[in-house]
């Protein structure tokens, strides 16, 4: 069958961004080319299906057939099946043939996309990127979701008023944003989105970005172009963490106060930078020191040692912070608070990050 080039490649590519690293089950590490569908899934539940025209081959290694497709610049490239079972590629002077997986029962099942949630919210897929600081939200640490599934997910509280609270941990680092849902209204629920979602969704926002979001009681789901879907199954969270607080820490007072932010120095990033070619190895520390109204930012190791100061109108404060996790904040920020035990930044998109301090 002839196919057009750039569509596939870009099939593979975003059904790729699903498969599962070196699972040691093989199905779960296949892009499986079935009858007018592009499939993939991991072992954690997510499945991504792009409809399109193409034969019933099976389960093919989708990084390297990304690789050939993109080796060649022919707009249209010939797969088939070979007498022994393989997948025939042609494209211009080069053919590869590729071993194929024979699709079990479950792979069958997937090319059936899921029914929506009758409870399910709907809103713009777009609003996950243009209303917060998506990026920012998935800078986090990765830990084992077996031992911590609420610092493996996005979630999402719902105060029932429209606005949806959204956070992300690693214990050392919360995460918080702001996002306007008006089909939440009188919606109080919690909902735990996995990570690796998120972040599989942003790789292939080409194809989900302007689409629609589906979010149920057990199943994030979202749709794009040309009927193509993305959904996984929510984590289930029986005694969710109390991120609010742990932030209302940062605080004397208990909680939030804005009208303690300060403007971020412009010569701060600077002055990290260079603190940061001191501060290395496995703690890469950097010394933030507020005292009579200037900052003081240093870093020290056996060798050598680094002290800068700028003007700061803050209360006195002293704690060390992680040098790149400061460096990675400040494009997201553009006001802070040195609390007692953790930092707080603040960005124009209703987006803050705690830091926790170190000793």
Same mark, same amino acid.
């Given at each position: 069958?002839?196919?057009?080039?750039? /569509?596939?490649?870009?099939?593979?590519?975003?059904?790729?961004?699903?498969?599962?690293?070196?699972?040691?089950?093989?199905? @779960?590490?296949?892009?499986?080319?079935?009858? %007018?569908?592009?499939?993939?899934?991991?072992?954690?539940?997510? *499945?991504?299906?792009?409809?399109?025209?193409?034969?019933?081959?099976?389960?093919?290694?989708?990084?390297?057939?990304?690789?050939?497709? %993109?080796?060649?610049?022919?707009?249209? *490239?010939?797969?088939?099946?070979?007498?022994?079972?393989?997948?025939?590629?042609?494209?211009?002077?080069?053919?590869?043939?590729?071993?194929?997986?024979?699709?079990?029962?479950?792979?069958?099942?997937?090319?059936?996309?899921?029914?929506?949630?009758?409870?399910? *919210?709907?809103?713009?897929?777009?609003?996950?990127?243009?209303?917060?600081?998506?990026?920012?939200?998935?800078?986090?640490?990765?830990?084992?979701?077996? $031992?911590?599934?609420?610092?493996?997910?996005?979630?999402?509280?719902?105060?029932?008023?429209? $606005?949806?609270?959204? @956070?992300?941990?690693?214990?050392?680092?919360?995460?918080?944003?702001?996002?306007?849902?008006?089909?939440?209204?009188?919606?109080?629920?919690?909902?735990?989105?996995?990570?690796?979602?998120?972040?599989?969704?942003?790789?292939?926002?080409?194809?989900?970005?302007?689409?629609?979001?589906?979010?149920?009681?057990?199943?994030?789901?979202?749709?794009?172009?040309?009927? /193509?879907?993305?959904?996984?199954?929510?984590? $289930?969270?029986?005694?969710?963490?109390?991120?609010?607080?742990?932030?209302?820490?940062?605080?004397?007072?208990?909680?939030?106060?804005?009208?303690?932010?300060?403007?971020?120095?412009?010569?701060?990033?600077?002055?990290?930078?260079?603190?940061?070619?001191?501060?290395?190895?496995?703690?890469?520390?950097?010394?933030?020191?507020?005292?009579?109204? $200037?900052?003081?930012?240093?870093?020290?190791?056996?060798?050598?040692? @680094?002290?800068?100061?700028?003007?700061?109108?803050?209360?006195?404060?002293?704690?060390?912070?992680?040098?790149?996790?400061?460096?990675?904040?400040?494009?997201?920020?553009?006001?802070?608070?040195?609390?007692?035990?953790?930092?707080?930044?603040?960005?124009?998109?209703?987006?803050?990050?705690?830091?926790?301090?170190?000793?």
């Amino acid at each position: 069958m002839e196919l057009d080039r750039e /569509a596939l490649l870009a099939a593979v590519k975003a059904a790729s961004a699903v498969v599962a690293n070196k699972h040691t089950v093989p199905m @779960f590490n296949a892009v499986w080319l079935m009858d %007018g569908h592009v499939l993939a899934f991991n072992n954690s539940g997510m *499945v991504i299906n792009l409809p399109m025209e193409m034969p019933a081959l099976g389960g093919i290694d989708g990084k390297l057939l990304t690789q050939l497709l %993109g080796k060649s610049d022919e707009d249209v *490239v010939t797969i088939d099946a070979t007498e022994n079972g393989q997948a025939r590629i042609k494209a211009g002077r080069f053919t590869a043939k590729l071993a194929v997986l024979d699709p079990v029962d479950y792979v069958h099942q997937l090319v059936k996309p899921p029914k929506p949630e009758d409870d399910a *919210v709907e809103f713009d897929t777009v609003q996950l990127v243009e209303d917060i600081e998506l990026d920012a939200m998935l800078q986090v640490a990765a830990l084992k979701a077996e $031992q911590a599934l609420d610092f493996c997910s996005l979630t999402m509280n719902s105060t029932g008023t429209g $606005q949806v609270v959204l @956070f992300t941990s690693d214990r050392i680092t919360i995460n918080r944003s702001l996002l306007r849902i008006d089909s939440m209204l009188d919606n109080t629920c919690s909902y735990f989105v996995p990570l690796e979602f998120m972040k599989a969704a942003k790789r292939t926002w080409d194809i989900f970005g302007e689409g629609t979001c589906l979010l149920g009681n057990k199943r994030i789901l979202l749709t794009g172009e040309d009927d /193509a879907i993305l959904y996984t199954t929510l984590a $289930q969270v029986k005694e969710p963490v109390n991120f609010m607080t742990a932030i209302n820490r940062v605080w004397p007072e208990g909680k939030i106060d804005t009208k303690s932010l300060v403007k971020i120095p412009d010569e701060f990033e600077d002055a990290l930078v260079r603190a940061s070619s001191i501060a290395k190895g496995d703690k890469a520390l950097v010394h933030i020191k507020v005292l009579d109204g $200037q900052l003081t930012v240093s870093a020290a190791n056996e060798a050598s040692n @680094f002290k800068e100061s700028i003007d700061f109108d803050h209360p006195d404060r002293e704690a060390k912070f992680p040098s790149q996790l400061l460096l990675k904040s400040l494009p997201y920020a553009n006001r802070m608070y040195i609390g007692t035990w953790s930092m707080a930044l603040f960005g124009p998109k209703r987006f803050s990050r705690y830091i926790a301090s170190k000793s």
